[in-house]
């Protein structure tokens, strides 16, 4: 079995003896104080050797453990330490020693930094200042700095809390309220308060490199004008290499092939997405214990108002804010790991932003990531009217924009006894309102709607008409139920006959032939589909009855014909129909990239229109229909000149049965074509 001794007491030296563990590789861990020895835990293949060593007990060790390598990865200052070590590899046979270096902060703005090559400088420089001196150079140094007492009086010293440290700072002439005995990491939040409650002037420290909390330190100070004094890290005497070279180097020579899967990384926050429910009363158990153990809590103020606990907390929620404080809380971690806990309204997998920040997090390495559910105000608005919920449809005006949530509410309430609505509020119920007074007098429809109020506080449950919906001014969370006894039943297929559109003089695709193009297009649910040449619309209004997701856009150049469109979309409650005022392909540049296409008039331009619909996507379901033979010898010659494969041609043939006395006739329409194909 291989074995590596390793000097660590930092992060990278925990790092490697992690890794190299798992790689079972066996390992002496070795660090001065009982501090260092925490964040490391003993196992079959790792020994933890405590306690301060000069060059003679060093090389004691090697000849002990007979190691076939030998890290330095103590700190950059530890200057006492390295020198032992490198006399005691002097001493001890030939053995492969490597010096591991601490990478370099990037990307920190220096501007307001003076770097010193030594305490001494540093201290010179230190006493053309005023205010107070906040110290984070730790208690080894602390000697130097209490040598001036003008000097020492306005020191604050940040040091570790153990027993030696506090010692120094007391034997040095430290007060009591000079000192600040902290375990960090300290993120650039937490650098910044103790700056701001010090009333710092000057904020002194080492240039530790990453790991090292510096960029934070940094990050704080900038952020109120404090300056930043700091001692420059010693050169190294031997040549050294980063964390990867290291460990790349130790697999090379001992021949190990390093287990991707196996080898994790430094997992630093325990990270846990939890539904708030619809306040205190309804958090759940598990919740609440994830919330009682947590070392960060996010979350909307309305949230962390009411929760008692001693940690910090930060009113956010949404990922482009949670993110970099996870990397600022991440980058102070030294060692173990840190709970937080992250709420969200309602159920984390019903209408939430947990699916968003979810997704953002796992791209964190250093994060774990859990989810525990919540309970809904559709659970609980279901429970305080006696309903159930699974057989309603649910549809959400939470943070969505009109023109999504509105046709699929009117189609929702249209076509199923229950609809469960999610708002914003009274605003959005307004709305609704309106929505809902039209559509029960068009369509002789009687709706019955409760109105859950911010349910689990102060709540409100309250029965409403659609014309008092209309003016509702309840403040607050609102989640709504809309109950329509007579609900009309959907078809699944086109059918409108074509006496139920406005027509006037404007041409219209007849009714069997309409419905053999749409169900030549096959639309599909989300689909977008332009309607060339749209006449009265007909065609524009079925596509958009056959489900509220997809998307129409009725292009029609004749401000006539728009007019029709417009009413006969109005006439339907339709939501997801756009008019389009125009020619194409020229109104065609600036609207949405189509999934489906229904030509049924070119105005001479189909070559024109196809190169445009080329240039917006691909894979677009087309549909042209001709009547004349000069527009389907236009087909053709656009077919063939593109070399579009695959094309379906199909003429249809249309008789209609008409009364001429007692007598019924069947009287013929004009032959059409219906070119089907793919670009």
């Known amino acids: 079995m291989k074995k590596v001794i390793i000097f660590g007491g930092t992060t990278e030296g925990r790092r490697l003896a992690e890794i190299l563990v798992k790689a079972k ?7 001065a104080t009982e501090y260092g020895k925490q964040p490391v835990m003993e196992s079959d293949y790792l020994r933890i050797h405590q306690g301060r060593m000069d060059s003679k007990a060093m090389t004691e060790l090697y000849e002990q453990q007979e190691p076939d390598a030998i890290v330095d990865a103590t700190h950059p200052f530890a200057q006492l330490v390295k020198t032992e070590i490198e006399n005691s590899i002097f001493a001890y046979r030939d053995v492969p020693f490597f010096r591991l270096a601490r990478d370099e902060e990037e990307g920190l703005d220096y501007s307001n930094c003076y770097f010193f090559n030594d305490i001494e400088e540093c201290i010179r420089a230190l006493k053309n200042t005023k205010g107070t001196i906040f110290l984070t150079t730790g208690s080894k140094e602390l000697k130097a700095f209490c040598g001036d007492e003008e000097l020492k009086e306005r020191l604050i010293a940040r040091v570790i809390p153990s027993e030696e440290s506090i010692k120094i700072c007391y034997d040095n002439g430290l007060k009591g309220n000079q ?15 103790f700056l701001k409650d010090s009333q710092a002037q000057v904020l002194v420290m080492k240039e530790g490199g990453k790991s090292s909390g510096q960029r934070e330190r940094i990050v704080a ?19 050294a290499m980063n964390f990867v070279q290291v460990k790349n180097t130790l697999f ?20 846990t997405l939890a539904g708030f429910g619809m306040g205190f009363g309804s958090i759940t158990s598990e919740v609440q214990t994830a919330i009682n153990e947590a070392d960060y809590i996010f979350g909307a103020s309305r949230m962390l108002v009411g929760i008692d606990r001693d940690c910090k907390k930060y009113p956010y929620y949404l990922a482009k804010d949670i993110v970099p404080v996870l990397e600022e809380i991440a980058a102070e971690i030294k060692f173990g790991k840190k709970r937080v806990v992250i709420l969200f309204s309602g159920d984390t997998g019903f209408y939430s932003g947990s699916k968003k920040l979810k997704e953002a997090i796992e791209k964190l390495a250093f994060c774990t990531i859990k989810i525990m559910p919540g309970i809904s105000s559709i659970c609980a608005l279901a429970a305080r009217t006696s309903e159930s919920w699974e057989d309603g449809v649910i549809v959400s005006t939470h943070g969505t924009d009109e023109t999504y949530w509105k046709p699929r509410l009117t189609d929702a309430v249209l076509y199923n ?8 509020g009274s605003e959005d119920v307004r709305q609704i309102g309106e929505m809902l007074v039209e559509l029960a007098e068009k369509h002789q429809m009687k709706f019955q709607i ?71 297009l096959r639309p599909t649910k989300n689909a977008v589909v332009y309607d060339i040449g749209s006449g009265t619309g007909s065609v524009a209004v079925e596509l958009a009855m056959l489900d509220p997701t997809i998307q129409v856009f ?7 014909a728009c007019e029709l469109i417009s009413k006969n979309v109005a006439k339907y409650n ?56 000069e527009t389907s010898a236009e087909i053709y010659h656009v077919l063939k000149s593109r070399e579009i494969k695959g094309a379906d041609i199909v003429q249809v043939s249309v008789s209609k049965s008409k009364k001429a006395g007692d007598y019924t006739l069947m009287q013929g329409q004009n032959p059409v074509y219906i070119t089907t194909f793919k670009l």
Not at 223 to 233: A, D, E, P, Q
Not at 487 to 505: E, H, N, S, W
């Open 179 to 193: 000192i600040i005995a902290m375990q960090g990491p300290f993120s650039a939040g937490m650098n910044l308060a």
């Open 554 to 560: 009725a292009i029609e150049l004749k401000p006539e």
């Open 450 to 520: 409760y109105a859950g109020v911010n349910l689990y506080s102060n709540e409100k449950v309250l029965n409403l008409t659609p014309e008092k919906c209309s003016i509702f001014s309840e403040e607050g969370l609102c989640t709504l139920l809309i109950k329509n006894v007579n609900a009309k039943c959907r078809f699944c297929a086109p059918g409108l006959v074509d006496d139920t559109f406005i027509r006037d003089q404007v041409p219209m695709s007849k009714e069997e032939i309409r419905e053999l193009s749409i169900c030549k």
């Open 25 to 31: 590789v066996s390992c002496i861990y070795c660090v």
């Open 221 to 239: 100070a900038n952020k109120l004008g404090v300056k930043v004094f700091i001692l420059k890290r010693p050169e190294e005497k031997m040549d």
């Open 574 to 629: 339709l939501h997801n129909v756009t008019v389009v005022e125009g020619a194409a392909p020229d109104m065609l540049i600036d609207l949405p990239a189509p999934t489906h296409v229904f030509i049924g008039g070119s105005a001479g331009r189909l070559g024109d229109i196809i190169n445009t619909l080329q240039s917006k996507a691909s894979d677009i379901k087309i549909v042209v229909n001709s009547v004349t033979i």
């Open 252 to 271: 090379e020579m001992f021949n190990l092939a390093e287990d991707v899967d196996d080898i994790t990384p430094d997992i630093k926050l325990s990270v």
């Open 417 to 424: 006894k229950k609809t469960f609505a999610l708002t914003s």
